[in-house]
Every structure is written in structure tokens, then in C-alpha cells.
T-cell receptor, first 115, second 114 residues
Framework: DTEVTQTPKHLVMGMTNKKSLKCEQH?????MYWYKQKAKKPPELMFV???????INESVPSRFSPECPNSSLLNLHLHALQPEDSALYLCASSLLPGQGDNEQFFGPGTRLTVL | AQSVTQPDIHITVSEGASLELRCNYSYGATPYLFWYVQSPGQGLQLLLK??????LVQGIKGFEAEFKRSQSSFNLRKPSVHWSDAAEYFCAVFTSGGSYIPTFGRGTSLIVHP
């Protein structure tokens, strides 16, 4: 299994809702990433988990809360989002944290719309 | 700090024509270089990567890229473009002294005319 899966594919939520995005990989990768991508822009790194521990938080607002319950699963909990948070949210994984020659494998993304 | 420049926002080619997408990086040592492709609404797929060795690397879907240290470039090429190649292309770089988080270029949108 060489893929990263993300659910749901699409999510529409109001500003008062609480929702979660899910990412899963079964490649034995120990680094997992959340990116936010606006249309026609490159992905922007949000969080990095290394060996199930949060290692990088790129000054992301607290309305985004990541969680890594185990080495295969990564969640992003959403609460009180703003319309400008509407974007494609991408999950990625790589074999080992801190290794430059480890390519990142990306999931298909969750298209989030905040009303 | 490392940086990646993709000078072309859009490139338009006819189907069957050759393609070259430009990527320049800024870093003192040899970086780890990647090209990714993204179809609309999809995730990023790795086309090819360069770490060391032969400076001409072959990737999937008939793509190749050449690392030129003297020009700090890693341009992506394809001899004959297919309509299905229409997508967004991102060049990315890791650097050995950094945190191994990629820096992405802004992307080049490829439009293919029949």
C-alpha cells in the first residue's frame, strides 16, 4: 500500500461548527504533515509530526488542532473557522523525519468550504 | 534561507510539442530537488527527484529534469506533451542544513492546446 488517504473529500461547515479531517497511511512512515493550499498557490506547511509527536507548528491559529493518535493516523480538528480558511487541505507523509532525501507522499486532499 | 523560483506562471503548448518548465533555486550547497504535478482538485504527485549522481534524471510519465549547478537550475522537460499533462507543476527543494521541510516554488500552470 503506497498511498495516503484523506477523508472526507469535501466538507462544508459553518463558522460555529466543529469538524475533523482524517489522514491515514500504511507505509510505515514516521513523519506526517498537514498543508493548506489556496487556489493557484503552492502548499503552505501547517504542522509536522515526527514519531507521533508535534515537531513543527508554523504559527497556525488555534482554531486548527492537530492530533496524531498513532503512527498511521493524523487528524486535524477544526473549530470556529473563518471563511478565509476555505482551501484544499493536504496531508503528506515521509519515511523518516529530518531526512532530506525522503520524498513526501501526498493524499488527494480535503476541499473545505467555510460559510 | 533557501528559495525556489519558477519564473513562468503559465506555459501554453500544443499537443505533441516539447516542453521545458524552469526552476531556479537559491542555496550554497547541493540541495535535494523535486518536481511535483498536481491535477485540478487533486494532491501532489512526485514526477522525479535529484539528490546526487547523474545530473539528468528520469521520472514518470516521460518527464526528465537536468540539474545544473552552475546555473542553480533544475528544469523539467518532456519531448512530446499530451493533453493529459495539463496541470500545475511545482518545483521544491530541501536543503541539507535545514529542517528537511520542502520549499515550494509558486507553480507553473501548463495549458495544452489540441
Amino acid at each position: 500500500d503506497t498511498e495516503v488517504t484523506q477523508t472526507p473529500k469535501h466538507l462544508v461547515m459553518g463558522m460555529t461548527n466543529k469538524k475533523s479531517l482524517k489522514c491515514e497511511q500504511h507505509m510505515g512512515h514516521r513523519a506526517m504533515y498537514w498543508y493548506k493550499q489556496k487556489a493557484k498557490k503552492p502548499p503552505e506547511l501547517m504542522f509536522v509530526y515526527s514519531y507521533e509527536k508535534l515537531s513543527i507548528n508554523e504559527s497556525v491559529p488555534s482554531r486548527f488542532s492537530p492530533e496524531c493518535p498513532n503512527s498511521s493516523l493524523l487528524n486535524l480538528h477544526l473549530h470556529a473557522l473563518q471563511p478565509e480558511d476555505s482551501a484544499l487541505y493536504l496531508c503528506a507523509s515521509s519515511l523518516l523525519p529530518g531526512q532530506g532525501d525522503n520524498e513526501q507522499f501526498f493524499g488527494p486532499g480535503t476541499r473545505l468550504t467555510v460559510l | 534561507a533557501q528559495s525556489v523560483t519558477q519564473p513562468d506562471i503559465h506555459i501554453t503548448v500544443s499537443e505533441g510539442a516539447s516542453l521545458e518548465l524552469r526552476c531556479n533555486y537559491s542555496y550554497g550547497a547541493t540541495p535535494y530537488l523535486f518536481w511535483y504535478v498536481q491535477s485540478p482538485g487533486q494532491g501532489l504527485q512526485l514526477l522525479l527527484k535529484y539528490f546526487s549522481g547523474d545530473t539528468l534524471v528520469q521520472g514518470i510519465k516521460g518527464f526528465e529534469a537536468e540539474f545544473k549547478r552552475s546555473q542553480s537550475s533544475f528544469n523539467l522537460r518532456k519531448p512530446s506533451v499530451h493533453w493529459s499533462d495539463a496541470a500545475e507543476y511545482f518545483c521544491a527543494v530541501f536543503t541539507s542544513g535545514g529542517s528537511y521541510i520542502p520549499t515550494f516554488g509558486r507553480g507553473t500552470s501548463l495549458i495544452v492546446h489540441p
